[in-house]
């Protein structure tokens, strides 16, 4: 949208002094202009983020968007008390999953509540044991992971005609 509004098919009102009025928030335009140039969305409280939200969806600021749904996603984490975060998995599923086996705490289960993996390649990933209680796996390709022994309650699986889960994910145990 800022691109739009300076390249030049469009005519813009300038003062005498050449300055553009846009007729948007100036505190969460300057949040917009700090990410721009750093590519970094400062530490807000939440419903800030919700008003930096809808100014990003107006100017078309996917990366802007993306990044706040990822800070709202990690506040949702941090506060179920998730051991680790959607972006931790990603991260891990980006090495080969044979050398990824993902260890809790001594005599305790890893936990994974609330936690949003949904769309994520979790192919041959290995939950056994952890507690995955209100973790999303929508539309995940599951293939070849394993969950022997988890707790599954309030997991949610909708939409699994596009999962690749199929008959080849262990949940035995």
Same mark, same amino acid.
């Given at each position: ?123 041959? !990933? &290995?939950?056994? /044991? @952890? #507690?995955?209680? =209100?973790? $999303? %796996?929508?539309? !995940? &390709?599951?293939? /070849? @992971? #394993?969950?022997? =022994?988890? $707790? %599954? ?7 699994? #005609? ?12």
């Amino acid at each position: 949208m800022l691109a739009a509004m300076f390249s030049g098919r469009y005519s813009l009102c300038q003062d005498d002094k050449g300055c553009v009025f846009i007729d948007r928030n100036g505190e969460y335009f300057g949040y917009i202009i700090d990410w721009l140039r750093d590519g970094d969305v400062l530490t807000l409280e939440d419903s800030k983020y919700s008003r930096l939200l809808k100014e990003a969806q107006y100017f078309q600021l996917q990366g802007l968007i993306d990044e706040i749904h990822a800070v709202f996603n990690n506040n949702k984490e941090q506060q179920l008390g998730a051991d680790l975060s959607r972006t931790d998995i990603i991260k891990f599923s980006q090495y080969e999953r044979r050398y990824v086996k993902l260890w809790p705490p001594y005599n305790q289960r890893l936990k994974f509540q609330g936690v949003n993996l949904s769309g994520l390649d979790l192919s041959g !990933a &290995n939950f056994d /044991g @952890a #507690s995955l209680q =209100g973790t $999303s %796996f929508i539309r !995940a &390709n599951l293939r /070849g @992971a #394993s969950a022997v =022994g988890c $707790s %599954f309650f309030e997991v949610r699986l909708m939409d699994l #005609s596009s999962s690749c889960m199929g008959w080849i994910m262990d949940v035995s145990g």
